[in-house]
């Protein structure tokens, strides 16, 4: 399937207007990445179907063809477990010796009962509902008539219904990480206390098939992905059972929860279409939100993770602790506020939101999670400082976002402060958010 992107930009907009050059650059980035069903992140480095990339894909999608955003979601549901769990990667097994860990490392068929398809046994951010929501508004007939909601109800249901009965191992009312994968952050300043005691001798020889594709510097250490691996084959071994009280790893992250809560919001408003009563989404979306207060650091002004297997919080200021702005009746939104405009993130004036406090001496501008400024993340703190009336500097990282995006061919990632990409090049979120940045006009891409 393949879209003309002027015919379907003029339709999708009520200006009339013809793309710009970014919105038909990023179009050619989705062309190029689709795979008939749907989006690759990136061609070389991410050969197969993740999870929140498909959700954050399918918002940008949906200005410019509503039918394929809805097949991305609907084609990553295709992987969903009989627990609920919509897994992180959904395998093209053709290509398992290209990304490791692989179809074959996970063995998933071996399950009781197997998912439909190869995949991973871990998980990511449960942005799905909220990306769903998004997509039916960009064209409601069209979604309608293809009842593209009420089919996709009840699998959103079964993966937040997931999260709430098997993942709260800190019994607060957050859904846990078992693994840094499952943060969408992987190598984020957060974790580096909780995977210390982690071993890192995996049985399984590592094999980094990314290095092909970037430089060692600006990926993992072979000494995190030995940790990574073993936390991987821990879950693999005893049949990703969630309910055993062994993992080694366990933390709550405040990304996690609060897209959590987004999507129960949306799922609210996905009720109502499919006919369901939205009312016990609503309570949810409350709950989780009260929950996150929990994580609230009063010394950081901003959210933190916890650590479930030590019973403490992690006292780092990450981004993963600004997005809570993205909720309407955050209690400390002022603080987190502050903070952001404060010296550790936007005090010395980056091109974009730094994924990490630029104070402390570990911030490392170019290292994956452990500095740079991603694209998924400033764009969620933008919906968030939109979502609290901070449009001046929301309208400003959406310029520079957006600027950066074009000019360096969508990379990955960029140094927060003189914009230098990094990782891979044509990369489907970054293209997909900033067209959405670009036709959303400065409004809130929210479930409201």
């Known amino acids: 399937?393949?879209?003309?992107?002027?015919?379907?930009?003029?339709?999708?907009?009520?200006?009339?207007?013809?793309?710009?050059?970014?919105?038909?650059?990023?179009?050619?980035?989705?062309?190029?990445?689709?795979?008939?069903?749907?989006?690759?992140?990136?061609?070389?480095?991410?050969?197969?179907?993740?999870?929140?990339?498909?959700?954050?894909?399918?918002?940008?999608?949906?200005?410019?063809?509503?039918?394929?955003?809805?097949?991305?979601?609907?084609?990553?549901?295709?992987?969903?477990?009989?627990?609920?769990?919509?897994?992180?990667?959904?395998?093209?097994?053709?290509?398992?010796?290209?990304?490791?860990?692989?179809?074959?490392?996970?063995?998933?068929?071996?399950?009781?009962?197997?998912?439909?398809?190869?995949?991973?046994?871990?998980?990511?951010?449960?942005?799905?509902?909220?990306?769903?929501?998004?997509?039916?508004?960009?064209?409601?007939?069209?979604?309608?008539?293809?009842?593209?909601?009420?089919?996709?109800?009840?699998?959103?249901?079964?993966?937040?219904?997931?999260?709430?009965?098997?993942?709260?191992?800190?019994?607060?009312?957050?859904?846990?990480?078992?693994?840094?994968?499952?943060?969408?952050?992987?190598?984020?300043?957060?974790?580096?206390?909780?995977?210390?005691?982690?071993?890192?001798?995996?049985?399984?020889?590592?094999?980094?098939?990314?290095?092909?594709?970037?430089?060692?510097?600006?990926?993992?250490?072979?000494?995190?992905?030995?940790?990574?691996?073993?936390?991987?084959?821990?879950?693999?071994?005893?049949?990703?059972?969630?309910?055993?009280?062994?993992?080694?790893?366990?933390?709550?992250?405040?990304t996690f929860n609060t897209l959590w809560a987004a999507s129960e919001e949306a799922l609210a408003r996905i009720a109502e279409v499919a006919g369901a009563d939205p009312e016990p989404h609503l309570a949810r979306a409350a709950a989780i939100t009260a929950a996150l207060e929990s994580l609230y650091d009063d010394r950081l002004g901003l959210y933190v993770a916890h650590d479930v297997v030590r019973d403490e919080p992690i006292r780092k200021a990450t981004v993963s602790g600004l997005t809570p702005l993205l909720l309407a009746d955050l209690p400390h939104a002022e603080q987190v506020l502050a903070t952001l405009d404060g010296p550790r993130f936007l005090g010395d004036d980056p091109l974009m939101v730094p994924s990490y406090d630029v104070t402390a001496d570990d911030f490392r501008p170019s290292q994956y999670w452990r500095g740079p400024a991603w694209f998924n993340m400033t764009w969620l703190v933008v919906q968030g400082l939109r979502r609290h009336g901070r449009t001046g500097t929301a309208d400003a990282l959406s310029a520079h976002t957006r600027r950066l995006a074009v000019e360096h061919g969508f990379p990955e990632y960029v140094h927060p402060f003189t914009g230098a990409p990094h990782g891979a090049r044509s990369f489907s979120w970054t293209a997909a958010l900033a067209l959405d940045l670009e036709a959303s006009d400065g409004g809130v891409a929210g479930p409201a």
């Open 1 to 254: 399937m393949s879209w003309h992107p002027v015919r379907t930009m003029s339709a999708a907009t009520s200006s009339g207007r013809t793309p710009s050059d970014l919105t038909s650059a990023a179009v050619r980035v989705l062309e190029r990445n689709w795979t008939g069903s749907h989006t690759l992140p990136a061609t070389g480095l991410y050969p197969h179907q993740w999870s929140w990339d498909s959700a954050f894909i399918a918002v940008g999608l949906r200005h410019v063809a509503p039918a394929r955003a809805q097949q991305e979601l609907e084609s990553l549901t295709r992987g969903q477990w009989a627990d609920g769990r919509i897994p992180q990667i959904v395998y093209d097994v053709r290509r398992d010796d290209d990304y490791a860990p692989g179809a074959s490392f996970w063995a998933s068929p071996r399950i009781d009962p197997p998912p439909p398809v190869p995949t991973a046994g871990l998980v990511q951010p449960p942005n799905h509902a909220w990306a769903a929501w998004l997509v039916h508004q960009a064209d409601t007939a069209a979604s309608v008539a293809r009842g593209f909601l009420p089919r996709l109800y009840p699998r959103l249901v079964a993966w937040h219904e997931y999260l709430r009965t098997r993942r709260d191992h800190g019994g607060r009312g957050l859904a846990s990480v078992i693994h840094p994968w499952e943060s969408g952050m992987d190598n984020l300043p957060l974790w580096d206390g909780a995977l210390a005691p982690v071993p890192g001798t995996p049985t399984t020889v590592l094999g980094r098939p990314d290095l092909q594709h970037a430089d060692l510097t600006e990926r993992p250490s072979q000494k995190e992905y030995g940790k990574y691996f073993w936390l991987a084959e821990h879950y693999r071994d005893r049949g990703c059972d969630d309910t055993d009280g062994l993992d080694r790893f366990v933390a709550e992250d405040p």
